[in-house]
């Protein structure tokens, strides 16, 4: 199983990151108090670990803003949360894809409110990855027991998916035994707004430790 730590926003959250070592590291282009620009992205990007790949968070974004930070290797997949159809991952996929550089890898998320499911639309199939959440930046878990339902075991089968929204060292066991492809953690490794490495170094742990017993 894989983790992401995102809403890097400091040098001091790299270096945490590269402490821990998870598998990707997340800086929000979106609007939102962990919100970084390019040059500063750039800046962080440069003092990440080669092992960490790097992930951009958008909502709506100017497709050639992505494609330029992926050229410029500031990002490597591009996480996207605002209303991005298939016409949109398309164009994207077109204008970062170069003689050098394959398409960028995209993470559509699918927002889970109260008691729905996101199926009431066709799904992206030109995503890489789904992000299974309660909303954007929103921190807090959706009915986990969602999860179970036949249709959202459906969309689960269609993609390496993320789960996201609200996990912590207080829940990360039961976020575990649904198996996603990979968890999304943010304000669940934070100490009063601010990234604690203890928390980050125990929660990658734990995800590791997990990985290893299900070998």
């Known amino acids: 199983m894989k ?3 995102c809403g890097l926003f400091r040098e001091q959250d790299i270096d945490y990151v590269n402490e821990a070592r998870p598998d990707y590291a997340g800086f929000v282009f979106a609007q ?5 620009s390019p040059a500063f992205a750039a800046e962080l990007r440069r003092r990440l670990s080669e092992e960490i790949i790097p992930v ?17 290797n500031v990002i490597s997949i591009a996480q996207l949360h605002g209303t991005e159809d298939e016409e949109y991952i398309t164009r994207l996929k077109e204008a970062s894809a170069s ?8 993470i559509k998320t699918m927002q889970i409110n109260k008691e729905s499911l996101p199926l009431s639309s066709p799904l992206p199939s030109f995503a890489d990855y789904y992000l299974i959440d309660s909303g954007a930046g929103s921190g807090k878990a959706f009915n986990w027991e969602l999860l179970q339902s036949k249709g959202m075991n459906a969309l689960k089968g269609e993609k390496p998916w993320f789960l996201a929204g609200g ?7 039961q976020a575990l035994c649904f198996n996603p492809y990979a968890l999304d953690v943010s304000s669940g490794v934070e100490t009063d707004g601010l990234k604690d490495p203890k928390k980050i170094v125990h929660l990658v742990s734990l995800v590791r430790g ?6």
């Open 99 to 106: 003689g050098r550089k394959k398409p960028i890898e995209v």
């Open 210 to 215: 997990y990985a290893k017993e299900k070998i």
């Open 167 to 173: 996990i912590s060292l207080e829940n990360i066991e």
């Open 3 to 5: 983790i992401k730590i």
């Open 32 to 36: 939102s108090k962990r919100q970084v």
């Open 56 to 72: 951009g968070v958008f909502v709506n974004a100017p497709v050639a803003d992505i494609a330029a930070l992926y050229s410029d």
